[in-house]
């Protein structure tokens, strides 16, 4: 009796680690096959350089107009 439930715990037991390793390797937390983070740190410079100018312009734009609104609004100062 007592062999015979050993036998049936370990076979359920075994059944179960399949079940979880078949679930786990068709899952999301499997590891999936990606490339590096930095695989290619040429091409991710250049963008970033890219994305740094770009910046660097819209900055200089909204600089622009707010100059010309302090200027509107000196000159509506000096009015009153």
């Known amino acids: 009796m007592k062999r015979n439930t050993l036998l ?3 076979l359920s037991a075994g059944i179960a680690a399949c079940l979880v390793l078949g679930i786990y390797q068709t899952s999301q937390a499997a590891a999936q096959k990606q490339d590096p983070a930095f695989f290619n740190s040429l091409k ?3 963008e970033m ?3 740094l ?3 660097a312009s819209l900055l200089r734009e909204q600089n ?3 100059k010309k609104q302090n ?3 000196e000159k509506s100062d000096s009015r009153k």
């Open 64 to 66: 622009q107009l707010l």
């Open 8 to 10: 049936a715990f370990l």
């Open 44 to 46: 991710q410079r250049m």
């Open 53 to 55: 100018k770009e910046i």
């Open 49 to 51: 350089i890219h994305e």
């Open 71 to 73: 200027a509107i609004l």
